[in-house]
């Protein structure tokens, strides 16, 4: 089985390992056999270039989260480089949002402010979000996602878009970045059932849920 595993999110998780165990964190949990091709190593800010190569060489998933790590203040993930040397990078939002749309913007300017240059980002990003997070997809779920062909899985989301300027598949990414938010999403099947149509959640009482969450959000921050 494979393991999710918060990974060197902070610059004191990397600290505290090498001071307690000698090593820093992707080394550490490796000595116990944590990492293969179905585990995810969640933001990986604090590693070093041995570890990349040791997580490319287990075949594990890193999954950036640009948000998170921006509104926590830990630092940006080297995502980029970790591309560089072939690792599989995904796409997540650890909580901080559940819009995947703004968590792509939030990578493209994130990694080209922190570059100092413009030009990046572009297609890496793209990768992250799009085929790399399909193909992680895939290894969990074990079934073809992602396309639109008899036999896969018929994830799919339709939105509201109006798009001011031509939307063809060689701009669709440019639409998405500069266009397309989560507000947008007006329908969402997963494996062909429909969840969420007419943006209203299909079986659910949507004010229940809400209600009951206030309730307990209350008891939690009570009970703490």
Known sequence: MGFHVHTAEGKADREASIEKYGVPVVKRLDQWGIWNDLSLAIHGV????????????REAAVIHNPESNMGNAVGR????KMLEKGLLVGMGTDGYTTDMFEGIKVANLLHKHGEGNPSVGWGEIQKIAFPNNIEIAERQFNHRI???????RADIIILDYRPRTP???????MHILMGMSGRMVETVLVDG?????NRELVGLDE???????????ERVWRDL
């Open 207 to 217: 004010e229940k849920i809400f209600r009951r969450a206030r309730e307990k959000a």
């Open 167 to 173: 939307l063809t598949p060689e701009n669709y990414y």
């Open 193 to 197: 059932r429909v969840l969420l149509e």
């Open 77 to 80: 993930a080297q995502v980029l």
């Open 146 to 152: 992602g396309v639109i062909e008899p036999g896969n």
């Open 46 to 57: 604090h590693i070093d270039e041995e570890e990349m190569d040791l997580l490319r060489e």
